[in-house]
DNA sequence: CCCTATTATTTGTAATACAAATCAAGCCGA
DNA sequence: TCGGCTTGATTTGTATTACAAATAATAGGG
């Protein structure tokens, strides 16, 4: 019934994770029943604890309920926990691009020029050092390769947003961080961008430094989307209906 | 070592519920340890099965994390899984009121006027009738009550703020529907609205219907911010940072 | 034909045993 | 004295078995 490729150990992770690409990918459909768990221990070869406590992961991140004598129905795509870091990496390679890419550039469109003001009017010493640190790290990543191939140390990037969030001081905000760095991932993945953008995107990420360094929200906010729509347009894509705030309109 | 008052009845959900709220207030404080399993299940009267599946759960909502040998140890919370319905709800009535409160109405105020924004351009036939339906359920029940003491159907409430997420056809931002039930069963339950705020209510709530009947997204933005700026306001709250753009700056 | 009781199936809980990981102490040798 | 190795103890992780509880399906009686 099922079965993993032969090269991969059969332990919780990559049942977990096999079970969830399944449902991901739409190999089992939403509604559909799942086998009993002692027919999964069987066809895993793993004991039935093993397989309660894979199933107990899956119902945490919404991919399916379980009921008494009624066994275990896989749910829809809108109960599935898509913050949920996991989640959020094994989605990434699954599904069909174009949406689900879409949904989080318009979530971090939303989120991270509001973010960016919010750090600009309340980030800490600890903050600021820290984000100033991340953003060094970029910029050596940069000048140390030489001209024809340009590197960008994406982890330090990663680093770089995380830190506007967790400065922003908004408890909620700052769980985004997990779900940036699976974006950041997939995003990077995706574009190979060219020496010019690299560079552009460093500067673009050292003016959102400096406006919150100078603590001035707008700013701050302006130049964060900023980056953000570089980032967009360099992926080739577009996001309509996100309401920002522009040059032209400010305050 | 801990014991829950007698009139509640240890099983599974309970237990969970005090741990994790034991955690919340922080009477067990950050990076102090749990008792092992077994001292667990002794304390509790219940089987290590039972104490190993709490724990699993508290784990999956990032209050403790455990190693072998290491034991459990807890969690700040920043790794709290906040935007999870559970914790929410638990979290409302524990943690110190003002910087969870305004947290929570600062990401509402930043992504609910873009989801009606987003509503107003993709909402289909279906999300539009259902809206309607529930501010119909709003507007009766305020029409039912006589002069005296103005009621307004909460669950209708929650439920049109939720249609509205829906609606905006993003992914993620569907996900914010469970925040903002136990969010606003909070507000509430701190806010007895007068007669007239009750009324001014449920009147910005049509014009946001409105606004996304008639596909003006930008409309649908400025008439939900106003709907949130009220309850901030009503609440005796203040939020600063959060950038909107407002009727002057119209594009 | 409907209502009720029984049965069967599936998840939920318990108890026990052992495996695996890891920290700490002790030992040994250089 | 210091460093590395071995050994042991502690704690979580996995397996096995048995039984409890919930509920759908079935059979039986009026």
Redesign the pocket.
Known sequence: MFSLPDEIPL??KNILEYLARLIIEGKIKTEEA?P???ALSENFG?????V??ILKTLESKGFIA???????RVMGIHSWNLLDEEVLGWSCGALTQSRFLLSLLELRLIIEPQAASLAALRANDDNLLELRHHYQRMAESVEGANGAEVFMDNEADIEFHKTIMRASGNLFISQFGGTIRAALYHTIYQSNRATKNTLNSLEAHRSVLEAIESRNSQQAYLRMAKVLSNTIRDLGLQTTGIILLDQQNQQ
């Open positions: 332990n919780k799942l009993n768990e002692i793993v004991s039935r604890t093993m309660r406590d379980r009921k008494t004598n009624i066994g275990t």
